[in-house]
Every structure is written in C-alpha cells, then in structure tokens.
C-alpha cells in the first residue's frame, strides 16, 4: 500500500482521505487550519461509522482513523508516493501550495490535483515534474461514488496515469478518462446548469424548492441543481464558474450576481448550515 499525501482537509479533503484510508493506505492528511483537521477527522469517524446504514461497506472505523496522520506542516509529506491536492478553487491559494509541495517532496513523488475546473497543465506548469501531474476529478460524497474523472495534462505521462489508476482501483473507484480542458466533462456541463438556476432564482422566475422539483419530478433526477450547489458548496460553485468564464472568456460563464452574493453572505450550503436551503 502506498503513503498517500492529503492536502486540505474540507468536505472533499477529508471523503478522499476517508477513502483510502479504508482501502488500507497510510494517509497524511494536512490543513493549514487546525480547527478544520479536528473536524475532518470527527467527520471522518462518522462517515465510516454508518458507511453500511448508507448503502456502503461495513468499516472499522477505528482502523481507518489508525491509518491517518494529520497536521499543518506541508514537511509531513516529504516521503509520501502520491499526494492528491484538494484546496479552496481558487489559483492564488492552489498556486502557493503546489510551489511548497514541489519543494517538499521527493522527486519521485506523483502529483494528484482535485480540481473542479482548474486545467491539469496549468498546475503542472508550477513544478519540475510534469510528466508525474494528473487530474482526478473525484464527486461528492467521496467515498460513495463509484467513479471520478481521471484527467491527462499535457505532459502527464501513461505511467503516471495507470500508477494514479491503481490507486483508484485499491478504493473501488473506476477512473474515467477525460483530456485536460477546464471544467472537463462534469463541471464544463454541471457549472452552466447550477449557474443558470441560480439565474432563475436571481431573477423572480421560480424558488429553489421549484426549480429543484422540475429536474426530479419531471427528468428523474435525485436532486435538483440548486440542492447540487448546496452539497458541492455554493462558493466553490462560484469560484469553478468563474474559472469556466475567465479560461474560455465566454458570456455564458458568467457568473450570477445572486451566487457571489450568497458566498460574501457565507450562504456556503450545507458546510454552512444555510445556501438554498437551510440544514
């Protein structure tokens, strides 16, 4: 089993460290706020305590929690195999952690970004391993879905790509491959649908509760967008959007003045307590 590497430790931080730390990988999950680790970890506990009450497998949870190291210093990582990154979407903040990840790791270490829609080469252009830089677009709740998309940068190379692919397989996930564009497959559609519900919501056309049922009730859909954007988080719904429309400079990116609104407000979704909906 490999030492896996887990920056950030928010909602998709800490379903990935769940995730294979159940597949019987070490992890060293690291977060630059102390606060958040503690609730990671708390979450983390939970999840896989009723892993079987929600249709998954039954886990030892005290197993799982053995298996993960946790701290603030980005030095933890130095001798990890793979480290899979999962910061705020945001390039600024992605930025100064793959310059220390560089610096920290040992050169044969491979480099995992879970971005919603941050390309894979542009990360890549921040190190002096490219050809070991791949995408893994994973889905929220983590350690639920059976699949995430598996994304090659410009210079990743097919090593790296099957080396990240065996990863996924040790967890019971497919990776599915998709080349390397902003938003890839999922985000480049799903970022329009709850950008434009939230238009419909901005401007008086339907409420959320609405607009949700017609997706469910009318195509079948588990859950409608604005529920989507609430689980996801409405601000890195923002953030992914506003990528989409500065990557492709396209006027059906832009964002909807009623989402950055409700990300100033701290209307975050459920992590919040309140988006949408409240919780």
Request: with cysteine; hydrophobic share 45%.
């Amino acid at each position: 089993m490999s030492l896996v590497g887990v920056v950030g430790a928010g909602v998709m931080g800490s379903g990935v460290a769940q995730t294979f730390a159940q597949a019987g990988h070490e992890i060293v999950l690291i977060d630059n706020d102390r606060d958040a680790l503690a609730k990671a970890l708390n979450a983390i506990e939970l999840n896989a305590r009723m892993s079987r009450m929600m249709g998954g497998p039954a886990v030892d949870h005290e197993q799982v929690l053995a298996r993960i190291t946790s701290g603030t210093d980005l030095g933890l990582l130095a001798e990890a195999h793979i480290v899979i990154e999962n910061v705020t979407e945001n390039w600024e903040i992605k930025k100064a952690v793959w310059l220390e990840l560089e610096a920290t790791c040992k050169a044969e270490t491979i480099f995992v970004a879970n971005t919603s829609a941050i390309p894979i080469t542009k990360l890549a252009s921040l190190t002096k391993r490219p050809a070991q830089v791949a995408g893994v677009h994973f889905m929220n709740p983590v350690p639920m879905k059976p699949a995430a998309e598996l994304i090659k940068g410009y210079h990743t190379t097919p090593e790296t790509i099957e080396t990240v692919r065996d990863l996924l397989t040790s967890a019971g996930k497919r990776g599915i491959d998709v080349n390397d564009a902003s938003g890839f497959v999922s985000n480049r559609v799903l970022m329009l649908t709850v950008n434009e519900a939230a238009y419909l919501v901005y401007e008086g056309v339907a409420s959320a509760e609405t607009v949700d049922d017609v997706f469910r009730s009318c195509f079948g859909h588990p859950m409608g967008p604005l529920e989507t954007a609430d689980l996801i988080g409405v601000d890195t719904i923002l953030y992914s959007v506003e990528v989409l429309y500065e990557h492709f400079a396209d006027s059906k990116y832009r964002p909807c003045p009623l989402l950055k609104q409700m990300t100033d407000a701290g209307l975050h979704g459920r992590k919040s307590g309140k988006g949408f909906y409240t919780y």
